[in-house]
């Protein structure tokens, strides 16, 4: 009976570990070749990213940040399937401190959404990788949501949410776009974007291409944009197309990126 119990108890504590993961450090989670804060920095995952963890090594690990102590131990991920962050692994271990289950998270989400009487008809869109991201977007000092969601049979859109303010919305910046009638265009889904990150507060944006691409030093002065705080940026690693949004002047404002 108590070697059936310990086998259901590694059984159970496996299938907690070796599953989809998510990302929660809002600032990203390190990837080290050997699972240990001295080993040899390979990567780094961004805060909503999904993984796969494939081994528990038993190595435990406390730090603190920001006043909480944080616990956890040092678990193999799979990286085969994330080669923009480190092309030349296929594993590499991170601090389990940073990770939530997917179902964990997802449910808590939900939870949250559900309380924005605008999003109850949206469902998560999941199957992006990642489908959340985090950050103050609305320069008021609190960490808000950026998420993409969908309607039944509907286009992933993102909304956003103002925790702890009252801007909560969906994101449909106006692009810059300069048509035969000179007229804008409202950018309506943002399911093509498979990459969706934060910018951090203090980056310098613009607008790299006209023409042709252009560098930071070839753009005037006046085309630059400060951000005062984080702004997120969206684009389609195939087709080279995507662009940065960010709040301006009460409304968010789009900058195309090729």
């Known amino acids: 009976m108590r070697k059936l119990i310990a086998i259901l108890i590694v059984l159970f504590f496996t299938q907690i570990i070796l599953g989809q993961e998510i990302v929660i450090a809002e600032n990203g989670l390190n990837v080290r070749l050997e699972p240990n804060s001295k080993s040899k920095k390979i990567g780094k995952l961004h805060c909503g990213v999904k993984i796969k963890v494939t081994e528990r090594t038993g190595k435990l690990l406390s730090l603190k940040d920001n006043g909480e102590i944080i616990n956890g131990e040092w678990v193999k991920i799979d990286l085969e399937n994330f080669p923009m962050f480190v092309p030349e692994f296929k594993a590499g271990y991170v601090f389990n401190g940073y990770l939530k289950s997917e179902k964990e998270f997802s449910l808590d989400l ?81 399911g093509w974007a498979d990459i969706f990150e934060k910018v951090n507060s203090g980056t310098i944006l613009w607008s790299n291409y006209t023409d042709d691409f252009r560098s930071l030093e070839e753009v005037p002065s006046s085309e630059k944009v400060v951000l005062n705080y984080d702004a997120i940026y969206v684009h389609a690693s195939e087709s080279c197309g995507g662009g940065f949004i960010y709040w301006k002047d009460e409304v968010f404002n789009w900058l195309q990126q090729e």
């Open 110 to 190: 939900e939870k949250h959404i559900l309380k924005y009487e605008k999003f109850k008809d949206y469902q998560i869109a999941k199957s992006s990788n990642p489908f959340f991201i985090t950050g103050d977007f609305f320069g008021d000092g609190t960490v808000d949501f950026a998420i993409k969601v969908f309607k039944e049979k509907g286009n992933v859109v993102i909304i956003i949410m103002d925790i702890g303010g009252d801007k909560s919305q969906f994101l449909k910046p106006i692009e810059n776009y300069n048509s035969d009638d000179n007229s804008n265009r409202e950018i309506e889904e943002f």
